[in-house]
């Protein structure tokens, strides 16, 4: 097991591992409603750019079209074929995020009690390293980039970012279409005017016609 918790801004070597899990954990306490809503996901990044939706690794898709990128069995786990990754491919970004709802109020990460990472070696299961309380320094937003998987000179290494959602970088704007906006948009259930709002909440630039 790994010593000790590390911080946002800080990581671990992945040196020898070939596929590489990470375990998102939350608790909300007597929150149930809001537990039920908080999911996760995972985009290979190519020059800093998601290559397209099927990229963005989610409950309702699983892996990318080369599976490199993929949910674990367990809830909440991502799990990183390190070997077999594309070259072009620059890091993995991992996400919590809470899923807004039709005529539901707005819940951010900073309710959630705790929130941390558990990286680990796929083969042996060995921790390998894990994050701190991500949700202690979250703020009210919505999404949160809580680990990089980082290619490097030196090899891949993981990284606990820590960082919230922000609506002029390119990377989190992407995941929140693909992962909040997109399906409420598309819903039959969900009101023009109130996915124009949550278009609007993740960035998108909608006029009053």
Sequence with gaps: ??????????????????IVSLDVRWNTGAQTALG????IAAMPLVRDRVESREHVVHSNQPAT???????GISDGVVEV???AAPADVERIVVLAFVQPRANA???TLDEVSSLDVSVRDDATGREITRSGNLASAAGPVSALVVAEVVRGDA???????????????????????????????RSVLCPPRVRTRILRAFGAQIGEG
């Design 155 to 185: 090899g891949w290494r993981v990284e606990f970012t820590g960082r919230g959602y922000d609506k002029g970088r390119s990377t989190l704007q992407c995941a929140a279409w693909a992962l909040v906006a997109e399906p409420l948009q």
């Design 36 to 39: 039920d809503r908080i999911g």
């Design 65 to 71: 079209p080369d599976e490199t990128t993929r949910l």
């Design 1 to 18: 097991m790994a010593d000790e918790s590390r911080a946002p801004g800080t990581g671990a070597s992945l040196d020898g591992v070939r």
């Design 81 to 83: 074929d390190l070997a």
């Design 105 to 107: 109020p707005k819940r």
